[in-house]
């Protein structure tokens, strides 16, 4: 398999080509793409998302479109425009959403206006979500925030206007932009989280509960709902046939992909110790807080994700894991 990318941020603003032997990941910036030479089809992916921390990747080949995620709603216009660049004149035939979360999902309503035939597709959770008006709230809420973060105001809000089109739960077979992707449902980071898998192709769109990428090969935990459960989706996903992983917030991982899976496994499994350990040592939340951060919020990390964000997942991952491993010690044992 041959990889290409174009870019100016990591690639030095040429095109490269490389015979992928380990596991090479390319991190997208806005409007970076890579170029896969596929198994049967050939295929581009693009970061259409305009900042960081709303990436949205657009996959084209021949026989079409599609949009893996959304991000922010506030940068809505700027992801149409972005998209419109790509496309030119074609359309975009489907959006496939990995979770609910307002910056995966809120891009998507601006995507629908502009191309109203588009699919949306999505988790049966994921559209009990977003018809909550309490749910609506908060991630109208939270994009407010991030808006004022990026310094934009005025910005016009489509969260009313979300939807799903095609409800989808484990094993089914999604036809988008030529490829053959079978939904695989990985909670964990969320309950509604899944990913998409094109076993011709043997490309993965993965999803948060499977890690996320933080540089120099290694994965961090993002669980918030469940632990074991997130090993089990891990355990699932590392049974895939898989040469090309598209991560979530970051970019394209190729070659063996199934080191990255382990390596986010093993993380998942350390971050749990660590953080009962210092249960035991009877810490609270603000001292495993501190710990975490003295142990995981360093170096690339900080240049990656907000020190906000850090701590608002590690609220809900700490008394998480307590919960569920507090409760059977023999569990830890286990894995
Ligand atoms: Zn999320």
Redesign the pocket.
Known sequence: MVVGGRGDAYLGGGRFTCDVSGTDVTRLGPMEAVDIRGRGIDYRITNVGPVPGSEAFLLTSDEGAVLYDSGYGFCGPALVGNIRRVLGGRKLDSVLIT?S?YD?ILGSAHCIREWPDAEVVASRHTSEVIAKDSARRTMRGMDASAAKLHGVAGYEDLTDSLRVDRIVSEGDRVEAGGFGFVVHEYPG??LCSIGFHCPEERFLLSC?TLGLYVGKGAMSPTYLVGYGMTLDSIDRAMGLDVDVMLLPHAGVAAGRCRDLLESSRRAAVSWAEEIMEADRRGEGIEGILGMMKRNHYTGYVRGIQPEAAFDLNARYMIPMIIRELGQSRFRMARH
């Open positions: 979770h979360h995966h980071h969320t948060e």
